[in-house]
């Protein structure tokens, strides 16, 4: 007969991680199936100076393998293949991976992120970590008194660019229109702030430098004519996908894909189905606070299977 886990977490960023630790030491079996490229965001992140318990900077891949390092040594165990299908309309749930790896559960975490969207630019895989990043608040001080440029017009650029222009020297925020999607105080806060500038109605074409970003060239959408910024830093602010797609038909999920939670916590629309880290967090996306939401899910899976809560009645009350 096949394992039934205690729990099954899909996912290994610091919110699936984080799960997977409060699930074994909960005397819980778990599984973690953590993707073809398991890690989240961190993987692509190089000094971490903002994730609590280091007195030096750690590397993102470095952090990632002491987690897992962590919830392995406790008991857990790692799958690093895709889910691609899950059923999860009756308890013990199933899952399915690429390579047709079927296991059931008594509960599932979903832990699986969301991606930044990026540009699509061939020169922006050259820079990535070498001047041109997605999180200001990660590398952000990397710039202090540089030259930078923020790419987008919504809401996360606009909080980027605030953010850098407290650090940096300069922050151009580059749009392909003339017209800001971002909320109207952000928009107010970011034109009043002096050290930031506008550059509408463009398209970053291509990114410049040798080993490390020097420039950016622009093409403006109106004239069609190009130009040269010279920057020491740029931050692709254009929004981010969570990676839900498999959980069509299976799951509540948002407009955007970002499942819903059930009483503001991490219950979903299917009991038993819990949600952690920024699959559900499209405000704050970081490390320390999915890491936060992974101990969450764990502590309220476990509770589900000692029978201590119905998710129906849970988030009546709240």
Known sequence: MAKVYDIIIIGAGPAGLTAAIYGVRAGRSVLVVGG???????????????????????????????????????GAEFLDDNVTTVYFKKSPFTIETDE???????????AVGSAYKWLGIPSELKFK??????????????????DVAVIGGGDTAMREALFLSKICKTVSVIHRRN???????????????????WIWNSDVQEFLGDKK???????????HQTSTLKIDGAFVAIGHEPSTGFLKGQLET???????????????????VFVAGDVRD???????????????????????????????VAAKKI
């Open 129 to 146: 970590g070498n001047g041109i990043s997605t999180c200001a608040v990660c590398d952000g001080y990397f710039f202090k008194n540089k």
């Open 36 to 74: 073809k490229t398991p890690g989240g965001q961190l993987m692509l992140t190089t000094d971490v100076e903002d994730y609590p318990g280091f007195v030096d900077a750690v590397q993102g891949p470095e952090l990632v393998q002491k987690m897992r390092g962590q919830a392995s040594r406790l």
């Open 100 to 110: 047709k790896k079927k296991f059931s559960a008594k509960s599932v975490i979903i």
């Open 282 to 312: 499209f405000r704050y996306q970081q490390a320390i606070t999915a890491a936060g939401f992974g101990c969450m899910a764990a502590m309220d899976a476990d509770s589900y299977l000692h029978g201590f809560r119905s998710q129906s």
């Open 179 to 197: 017209v800001l999607r971002a909320q109207a105080v952000l928009q107010e806060r970011a034109k009043a702030t002096k050290n930031i500038k």
């Open 213 to 223: 970003l020097s420039g950016v060239k622009i093409k403006n959408t109106k004239t």
């Open 254 to 272: 948002d407009s955007k894909g970002y499942v819903v939670v059930k009483g503001g916590y991490t219950e979903t629309s299917a009991p038993g």
